[in-house]
């Protein structure tokens, strides 16, 4: 990395245990192993990062947190992404769990105690769902992660907030094809499913919650980028061709720098905008926010291509791990909707259309 | 923008800056609502010109120097020059706000960065007291132009490789400098040149080489402009045929010029004013009011719209490494080459936005010549002080560590 955005201590601390739990317990070979199960992960795996406190870590303390905030967590997503994190700390902890913290709602605040503890595992349903009268909701929503995995849905449609069972009727889940076999996405369909309203607190808190949500996930996929960078670096300083490391073709190293430049500032913007989650102006959040993920699933997307390319025959193999860093830069990439609307979202909340 | 916006300010002779918020979301460490913004800013409503720059070029520069003077009249000269020198003593963070708030108020660009950004801060550093009280007071004011010889016909990336000459005269210890230097900026309107020069024959590559302060205005010096495909002719030759240099005019020691090339490298790529996100942003948002008022073709307004929000984004990221690296100075810790990082990204992106503005100039028909003009010379911005190869090379050795 060019440069490093985390200076305060707490966050790099969180940083450095959370790398050491997941390189000890997750190993890409077992999150390989786990991609073969129908869940895609271990629920003891989980339920330890909840006991450690890592869904909890950005609530505040009347909610049962640890006191720190968005910037901690999203450092926990972004060390989540380079171990190509499996299970769905993500879609409830970074997804669902923001959404609820919104609601000004005696359900919310029950669901988000579970949450904390990993008692229970929530996603985000976000789509344009028709809402009749008696909270009934009909529609489809595609790209819900852990969507199969999930036994509480959240749902907002508009600036409606809504939980919804899973197994309730009206209500069908599928899971859906995926680049990364790691993750697990699914299409949700309700047909008059019957839904709870959660009163929320403001409109913008939605907006603040549903910011923090792209911001984890821009957290995670700069995370997988910064990884595939170093994987890339290290084989270019080791592997020999004509007698010399391949690192020391310039054709190689610019290729490098352009894409260790684009990673480097997107990462710059994740943490910026995550900086803005608690109390930054609303519109200026919504537009870092989106600024991040935009740049955060473009830099993905690329350095993982390049990777591929950079590592020659060995990186189009499905025995190598640089694979799988650019299957879940393309799996992540639109798991916020799709990454060309949100784009046009940004063009039109700067005026340029 | 509303007229309730908190950032908007409106100065008293009704010349309205643009509001902060085109800079971006607000950033905690340069923040809109920061003193030293509300008084600089306040200043610069009543004394910033409110007309465009000249389009000739003569007239451009004369515009800026007097813009200079302004600046120095009002005390806001070498901002963060210590006070011993003259300067307000600011840090890193406070010029960056500094250039935005200039930005935002369209000012003139500065006519003497050589001197006020490159040579006094390295005299600061390297050079002899009688040089200190000699040289610096007259960059602060303006009153003195100056220019950079370094690259040569044959020696422009691979600058060690230079041939440029300078010996010493037994008897009085005056420099004689011999060769020729090129794509010297301002070298026509400038009172000095800072000149690297050989001075040990036998010596090779980045030894025997010295930093030498050389008068212009001497018959042994002198100067063909570069007409440049914009027209401009900001660059020039530079040829040395004997060119006296005082004794003690040598910054650093004889022999430790590579030294203080480097030292001055690092004022150059650690400036943001070379590498100023605010007046792309600024450009950005008037190529956004030029795109309002035309009526563009369903394709058009699709392409406009996807480059400009991607170079938007883009300029943001260029912000927050800018702010970055003042964060870390501002703590006294060293840069070192992420330079080559911000000068890579600026001007990559200064040349794409000045092609979106060129297009857009083109589309909407409005301020079509200024667009050419500017396009064109903006193909300079990704060669000047380091091409953007170069730049990419130092990122992979020195930044990556891959190998040489």
Redesign the interface.
Known sequence: MLTEPLTDEDTVAIAEVVRRFLTERCPTERVRRLATTDDGYDPADFAEMAEMGWAALALSDEDGGAGYGPPQLAALFEESGRALGSGPLLASAGFALPVLTACDDPVATELVSALATGERIATLVYAPLTVSAGDTLTGTARRVLDGTTADILVVVAGDQVFVVDPGGEGVRIDRSPCADDTRRVAEVRFAGAPATRLDLGSPDRLRRGLSAADIYLAASLVGGAGRALEMTLEYLRTRHQFGKPIGSFQALKHRCADAAVAVSLARELVHGAAALVSDGPIDELTVAATSALVRAAGCAQRMTGEAIQLYGGIGFTDEHDIGLYYRRALADRDLRGPIVERAAELSRALGFS | MTTTDPVRRTSALGHAPLSR?VL?????AVPFEHPFRAEFASWLDCHAPTEPEPAHEDERFAHRRAWQATMHAGGWAGLTWPAEYGGRGEGPLVQLMAYEELALHRAPEPANTPGMILLGPTLMLLGTDELKERFLPRILSGADLYCQGFSEPDSGSDLASLRTRARRDRSTGDWAIDGQKIWTTFADRADYCFVLARTDPDSRRHRGLTLLICPMDQPRVSVRPIRQISGDREFSEVFFDDARVPAGWVVGEPGAGWHAAMTLFQFERGDPGYTDHARLLVELADI?TT??AAALSPAA?AD???R???L??RC???R??NV?LA?LAEQGRPIAE?GS?TN??WGELAKDVADLNGDVADLAGRDVAAAIHHRLACRAKSIYSGTT?I???I???R??????
């Open positions: 918020r971006g979301p607000e950033n905690g956004r795109l309002a307004a406009i719209r996807a400009a929000t991607s938007w984004l943001q990221e260029l927050a490494l970055r964060v992420t990082v890579l990204v190869e730049q990419r090379t990122i992979a050795e930044l990556l560590g891959l190998p040489r």
